[in-house]
């Protein structure tokens, strides 16, 4: 196992509705991406937070926020939720800014907007 | 134009197979490159990462060609076990470390 954990796992909403998706990311790392994956796709870069701060964001509305806590724990927010948003969100932990090889990913929650 | 193609496959192949799966990426600027190994309903996990000059792990052969900007993946002697989503990623340069995917390619290891 990676030592990266999510929570939920599984999650249904309705449209309009918010959501917050948390991740704990691997002891010792500071860097948390989070990634958006529908259904039959590869997942897709949503933005990544290092040391706190935003630190690159992929093509994703401002509906799509996040944080990270001084522990480097890290949540994704996401307002008025659209049926597009229906996918499985992981968040990926690494120890620095610059190394993908060490970058470890969570289970994932399953998202579904009805 | 997606960044990283793949063809989504699947490869259905019989166990002991050879099976190779290609990937184009469209940014000349891409830094790193890496297939990921992505089990039903898991997360992606590393494979290997690829290197200029190819690398082999296994019975694992990756090889990137930077001029017709196109990776590869070879699997020789496939067991039941490699069934799986192969992901294809690259890195561009100064991207910390986001990661652009391709869709994916499906493998199916038949006995």
């Known amino acids: 196992e990676t030592g990266v954990t999510q929570s939920p796992t599984h999650l249904i909403k309705t449209r309009g509705q918010q959501v917050t998706l948390r991740c704990s990311s691997q002891s010792g790392h500071n860097t948390v991406s989070w990634y958006q994956q529908a259904l039959g796709q590869g997942p897709q870069f949503i933005f990544q937070y290092y040391r706190e701060e935003e630190n690159g964001r992929g093509n994703f509305p401002p509906r799509f926020s996040g944080l990270q806590f001084p522990n480097y724990s890290s949540e994704l927010n996401v307002n008025a939720l659209e049926l597009d948003d229906s996918a499985l969100y992981l968040c990926?932990?690494?120890?620095?800014?610059?190394?993908?090889?060490?970058?470890?990913f969570g289970p994932g929650t399953r998202l579904l907007v009805l | 134009r997606k960044e990283v193609e793949q063809d989504p496959g699947p490869f259905n192949v019989p166990e002991g197979a050879t099976v190779a799966f290609n990937c184009t990426y469209s940014?000349?600027?891409?830094?790193?490159f890496f297939w990921y190994r992505q089990d039903c309903r898991k997360e992606p996990k590393l494979l290997m990462s690829?290197?200029?000059s190819g690398n082999e792990d296994g019975r694992f052969t990756a090889q990137l060609n930077r001029a017709s900007q196109y990776i590869s993946l070879l699997i020789r002697d496939s067991k039941l076990s490699d069934s799986a989503t192969y992901l294809c990623?690259?890195?561009?340069?100064?991207?910390?470390?986001?990661?652009?995917f391709g869709g994916g390619t499906r493998l199916m290891v038949k006995p």
């Open positions: 990926a932990s690494s120890l620095s800014s610059g190394s993908p090889e060490t970058q470890y």
């Open positions: 940014n000349s600027a891409s830094q790193s």
């Open positions: 990623v690259v890195k561009g340069r100064n991207a910390g470390n986001m990661l652009t």
């Open positions: 690829v290197y200029s």
